[in-house]
């Protein structure tokens, strides 16, 4: 599953925070991911939700996902329907807590610079590289782990696999 | 080749040589969570294990919101105690121990070498006593509950020294608001930050918690500093397992360095509602104040209360005043030390240990356009629960002093 995405890029700019992408006051009353998505990015772009495309793909400046822990800024922004971001800088748990979600983060600052909003762009996680109107740049594959990580869908499916798989399957 | 603290301690758990940048599947010696526990136990369940891994690792120490304010949290600190039971978890602290950060050190699981994460953002206040300690999201401490590891990036090191001599008024919270006003909340974004230099050096414990506890507002992933002899002090007979402390390798490399002569150091203030919004406290004096917040995490212990009731003797405040130690331990020593009559005379409320105002969930909650002059880490807009209020951040000493005179005031002023 974890092979191609294709789609529109949505390009945003620098220190997006926790706040804008998915708002505090419903961190404690949205419980569902499919709730939770259709408050994705609510304070920062309110018309995203209605337009993005299962498979698009999101483009940030640098420091995106800074300030709280909050898992939910993750999961409703892949809930939405986005399936990778590439970014100039991520903020340290936000990074994790994509991974964890099971959407790949890129950190890749001359490809965030180059797409522009709109652009149609194309991310093949094997052989890491991203195609774009102004060009291909590449960037290094992850680690197994991650990759791992991202094949079972996020760590807790990745997890459940593993404790469920008979003995012998292999440790994190 | 030569390595830096964190590189080495990751590369021990991982059984081979790893640097910066490489990712590495490792087990934590300690997980702690706090109130979250009840939600992350619902994650742990739906992974479909029965039973923790390893519940000597796990650390559940409930604070945020304690005693219960209402029902809801009632009902979470009672599916915890359920969960406790039925995992034979015996590390549990119950409503009646105090900040989780504070009881975790205290117990003796911040140990020289140790890898330690938390649900919990300011979970890096434990490297003060020379281990990695990094916060992590709830559905991960539910993984490390599950199978016992978890996934993570070496980070690179950013070195900070801090050289002089500590002059009058200062203290390591002045330090760490102008560390970040300097370098700013994403200074240190991904990295383990080293404190070292001879001023931290003369800092006793107490102090450097502040230290670690603050790396979390430049970013960090964890805060360290090398363990010395008053660490070992501190740590002999609360150990609650052995240990072994590690340091960087001469030549080791790191991604930067930044020196700061802590004699020139001001006393500072963040001022709304970012923790790198620096000033000194000169810059702020004046700014009216409503309410004044000594205690939490960061600024709960015996000498930041002994700061306080130095100033505090003998006089009566005019802002609305709270007083928290941040455990118990630390409140029956302030007792005998006559800190806590004090204070009831000065006419501020002294609550029971807990996070209580610092997160807005209880206990002192503001109004839309009230100020609050506190010594916690977080002046994010909302965080005391009202959007429309204002948090500065300050010492003990500021902090009190302001109390006094109902406005933003030099502690030097009443000492
Ligand atoms: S005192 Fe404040 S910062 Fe510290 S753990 Fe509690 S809520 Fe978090």
Redesign the interface.
């Known amino acids: 599953m974890i092979g191609k995405f294709s789609g529109r890029a949505w390009k945003y700019g620098d220190?997006i925070n926790t706040d804008v992408i998915f708002p505090?006051k419903y961190t404690y009353q949205k419980m569902e991911p499919e709730e939770m998505a259709k408050h994705a990015l609510e304070d920062l772009d309110p018309g995203f939700v209605g337009k993005v495309k299962e498979g698009d793909i999101l483009v940030a400046g640098?420091?995106f996902g800074?300030?709280?822990?909050r898992?939910q800024a993750a999961v409703a922004v892949k809930y939405a329907g986005i399936r990778v971001i590439i970014a100039v800088?991520f903020?340290?748990?936000y990074?994790?807590?994509a991974i964890?979600a099971g959407m790949p983060a890129i950190k890749l600052p001359p490809a965030a610079a180059a797409i522009e909003d709109g652009d149609e762009v194309t991310v093949d996680m094997a052989k890491g590289e991203i195609v774009t109107p102004k060009g291909v740049f590449s960037f290094p594959p992850y680690?197994e782990?991650?990759m791992n990580?991202l094949e079972k869908g996020?760590?807790?499916n990745y997890?459940?696999a593993?404790?469920?798989a008979p003995r012998g399957a292999g440790?994190? | 080749m030569s390595k830096t603290f964190v590189e080495k301690l990751m590369s021990r758990k991982a059984g081979k040589d790893v640097t910066a940048g490489?990712?590495v599947?490792i087990e934590p010696d300690f997980v702690m969570s706090h109130d979250n526990a009840a939600a992350i136990s619902h994650?742990f369940k739906?992974?479909?294990?029965e039973k923790i891994k390893y519940p000597e690792r796990v650390v559940i120490i409930l604070d945020h919101e304690v005693p219960a304010p209402k029902e809801s949290s009632a009902i979470n600190h009672k599916e915890i105690r359920q969960f406790v039971q039925e995992q034979g978890i015996q590390h549990f602290y119950d409503v009646n121990h105090g900040i989780c950060h504070q009881v975790f050190v205290d117990e003796g699981f911040a140990l020289p070498g140790k890898l330690i994460v938390g649900s919990d953002?300011h979970t890096t206040t434990y490297g003060a006593l020379g281990a990695v300690s990094a916060?992590?999201?709830?559905?991960?401490v539910?993984?490390v509950w599950?199978?016992g590891?978890?996934?993570f990036q070496v980070p690179e090191t950013l070195k900070i020294s801090l050289v002089g001599k500590m002059p009058r008024y200062l203290t390591t919270k002045d330090i760490a608001l102008h560390i970040i006003g300097r370098i700013k909340?994403?200074g240190a974004?991904?990295k383990a930050v080293e404190f070292c230099g001879e001023a931290v050096g003369y800092m006793d414990v107490e102090e450097r918690l502040v230290l670690t506890n603050m790396a979390a507002e430049m970013?960090a992933?964890n805060g360290y500093i090398p363990p010395d002899y008053l660490t070992f002090d501190f740590v002999k007979g609360r150990a609650k397992v052995e240990y072994e402390p590690l340091y960087s390798d001469e030549g080791a490399k790191f991604c930067g360095a930044v020196e700061f002569d802590i004699s020139k150091i001001l006393p500072a203030v963040a001022k709304p509602h970012t923790v790198d919004n620096y000033c000194t406290v000169e810059e702020a004096a004046g700014t009216k104040i409503d309410q004044a917040l000594i205690g939490t995490c960061t600024n709960g212990r015996l000498c930041d209360l002994e700061a306080a009731a130095q100033i505090l003797q003998g006089k009566k405040v005019k802002a609305r005043t709270l007083i928290i130690p941040a455990s118990w331990e630390i409140y029956r020593a302030a007792l005998k030390k006559g800190y806590i009559e004090i204070f009831i005379d000065a006419g501020a409320m002294v609550l029971n240990p807990g996070c209580g105002p610092c997160l807005g969930a209880h206990l002192g909650v503001m109004a839309p356009g009230e100020v609050t002059f506190s010594t916690a880490n977080r002046n994010?807009k909302?965080r005391m629960g009202c959007r429309e209020a204002e948090i500065y951040l300050g010492s003990p000493l500021s902090v009190a002093a302001s109390a006094v005179t109902g406005e933003i005031t030099h502690p030097g002023r009443f000492l």
């Not at chain 1, 800074?66 to 822990?69: C, F």
């Not at chain 2, 739906?46 to 294990?49: A, N, R, S, T, Y």
Request: aromatic share 6%.
């Open positions: 220190n505090g640098k420091n800074m300030g709280s822990s898992e800088s903020a340290r748990i990074f994790r807590n964890n680690p782990t991650v990580i996020g760590l807790i997890i459940k593993q404790v469920e440790a994190l | 490489e990712i599947s994650t739906k992974i479909g294990v953002s916060g992590i999201g709830r559905s991960e539910a993984a599950a199978i590891q978890l996934w909340s994403d974004d991904y970013g992933k994010f909302g």
